[in-house]
């Protein structure tokens, strides 16, 4: 299984939204729901913000929302801040219960 | 919400095998699923594997042949085995856990342990 695929970086400016994209296949993305996301600041440890494609654990703002079309999942940041800097990943189950990640992006806000 | 704790050496040499504890409170690892993910340093994050409630384990592909993870629920903890080390395995590695009926998103996170690899 190869990693998803993520731009490496993405930027906006306080108060924009920003979307970052994590491309898979027809393995992975295209056919399980099953696709997270990670806020990860540096030298922390990870963060859940998303699950099951569109879904926010409790305690996680409203303003980070997902989304899934065909082969590709996509994070959305809604009114930018500056808090939101900080590297964002992807995670996908690949069948066979395996997961992959994707590359990682990190976000500037400018 | 558990909370996850990662211990062990923090330099391994070229050959040997890297052995990490995680260890849990707030939980139990009777329950559950428990698992390892890596980060080399400024890169990104890989999925190393996972045991289950069950014992049941599974692992990336690439990483089956040498990896190993067990648990103790006597000891509230569970670990990872990584033989054979190279330079390629120089990480900061994480211990996380699911706390729901499948392992495919992680709700806790330890705050990670770098694992250098040299002689």
């Known amino acids: 299984q190869s990693a998803l695929t993520q731009p490496a970086s993405v930027s906006g400016s306080p108060g924009q939204s920003i979307t970052i994209s994590c491309t898979g296949t027809s393995s992975d993305v295209g056919s399980y729901n099953l696709v997270s996301w990670y806020q990860q600041h540096p030298g922390k440890a990870p963060k859940l913000i998303i699950y099951?494609?569109?879904r926010r654990p409790s305690g996680v703002s409203n303003r980070f929302s997902g989304a899934k079309s065909g082969n590709t999942a996509s994070l959305t940041i809604s009114g930018l801040q500056a808090e939101d800097d900080a590297d964002y990943y992807c995670?996908?189950?690949?069948?066979?219960?395996?997961?992959?990640f994707g590359g990682g992006t990190k976000l500037t806000v400018l | 919400q558990v909370q996850l704790q990662e211990s062990g050496p923090g330099l391994v040499k070229p050959s040997e095998t890297l052995s990490l504890t995680c260890t849990v409170s707030?939980?139990?690892?009777?329950?559950?699923?428990w698992s390892w993910i890596r980060q080399p340093p400024g890169k990104g994050l890989e999925w190393i594997g996972y045991?289950?409630?069950?014992?049941?384990?599974n692992y990336k592909p690439s990483l089956k042949s040498r990896a190993s993870i067990s648990a103790d629920t006597s000891k509230i903890q569970f670990s990872l085995n990584l033989n054979s080390v190279t330079a390629a395995d120089t990480a900061v590695y994480y211990c996380?856990?699911?706390?729901?009926?499948?392992?495919?998103?992680?709700?806790?996170w330890g705050q990670g342990m770098l694992v250098t690899v040299s002689s």
């Open positions: 995670c996908s189950y690949a069948g066979n219960y395996i997961l992959v």
């Open positions: 099951e494609v569109t």
């Open positions: 707030g939980g139990s690892v009777g329950t559950y699923y």
């Open positions: 996380a856990s699911r706390t729901g009926t499948n392992p495919w998103w992680f709700d806790s």
């Open positions: 045991i289950a409630f069950s014992g049941i384990t």
